[in-house]
Structure formats: C-alpha cells, structure tokens
C-alpha cells in the first residue's frame, strides 16, 4: 500500500518479474553497479514482457535510487515494460519519455551507491511476496501478482464481475432502486 504509480498516464503494465535485491546506501568504497551484468542477463533470458521487481535492503531503505535513465533504457532494450520498488526511482522525467512503467515510494536525486546483492531470488515488496516468473499487473490502483494457473481464466471472469456492477449501478441510479434490492444485488 505504500509503493504508488509514478506515471498513471501511462495505464496497465503486465508482465513476468524478474526479481532483485539492490544496497544503494551502505557506506564503503564505491562498487557502482556490482551485479548488473548478471542481473542483465538474467532479464534477457526471461520470458518477455518483463517487470522488475527491486527490494530495497539498505539501511537507508528509500533513500538513493539504482533505478533512473540508465537502467530503464538499458533494461527496456532487454525486454523490460515495468519496475516495481519498495524503494525511490530517479531520472522521472526521462523514465516516463522511454514509457517505462514505474511504482515505487516516491523519488530522489541520488543514485547512491547501488549494488545488486541477489537477482533471481524471492523478494518481498512492500509486503508482497514475488518470486522471478510471477504474473505482475500494476495500474492507478496498484500491483498485484497472478497465479499462473488461472491467468488464463482471468479475463472471462473479470468480463463476470464487470457485468455485475454495471448491472448493479444501473439499478442503483434507476428510480426502482431500494436499498434492500440495491444490497441483494452484490449479494449483502
């Protein structure tokens, strides 16, 4: 609940995560981009279209941000519609130019000094839990993982649940609306 979409313009973003663990504010020598080419390779082996999915493990969890111009460029070359951060994104005027999809807290000027401490693994964003194939949806509302096994069935019983409302609140703004039948009609 605390990770927004940065661009809403931009719509729904789908696709399969790939996941990782980034340190962008721990003191020490300088070790910009540690794990990036592996973490690369891992997106251009994914099946596309691809999220990332970014854990924020440093002590100052928001601070500094390894996402920005670079990494969305780089990334959408390999296939990437999406990020998805419990940490800050930078570079927000030129991430949204490249129309790369974005949640994440909110937004700094630093990129500190980032280093990738896993890729591939289970990450835990924001309280939801990703594993590197997972179904990502995101919109205005926020981001949600599918299960593979029912994505197939998702959009005949989205169709279901939109007939319903609109049956609904068709009935609600109508002069016949009481709100007895108005509570039975959602099944209240």
Not at 5 to 24: H, I, K, N, R
Not at 26 to 38: A, H, N, T, Y
Not at 133 to 149: A, F, S
């Amino acid at each position: 609940h605390r990770i927004r979409c940065m661009f809403p313009e931009l719509g729904v973003m789908v696709g399969y995560a790939v996941t990782s663990q980034s340190d962008p504010t721990s003191p020490g020598p300088p070790s910009v981009g540690r794990g990036l080419r592996q973490f690369a390779e891992l997106v251009d082996a994914s099946p596309k279209p691809v999220v990332l999915v970014q854990q924020d493990i440093g002590p100052r969890h928001g601070d500094a941000a390894p996402f920005g111009e670079y990494m969305a460029t780089l990334m959408q070359q390999l296939g990437a519609v999406g990020l998805v951060a419990d940490g800050a994104m930078r570079d927000v005027n030129e991430v949204k130019a490249l129309g790369m999809q974005c949640f994440a807290l909110g937004t700094t000027a630093s990129h500190g000094n980032p280093r990738r401490v896993t890729w591939g693994m289970p990450v835990v964003v924001d309280g939801m839990y990703v594993e590197t194939g997972d179904l990502i949806h995101g919109d205005v509302n926020g981001v949600i993982t599918v299960p593979l096994e029912i994505a197939h069935k998702l959009p005949a019983e989205v169709e279901k649940i939109r007939e319903l409302e609109r049956e609904a609140f068709d009935f609600m703004k109508s002069p016949d609306f009481t709100m007895d039948a108005g509570l039975k009609r959602m099944g209240h």
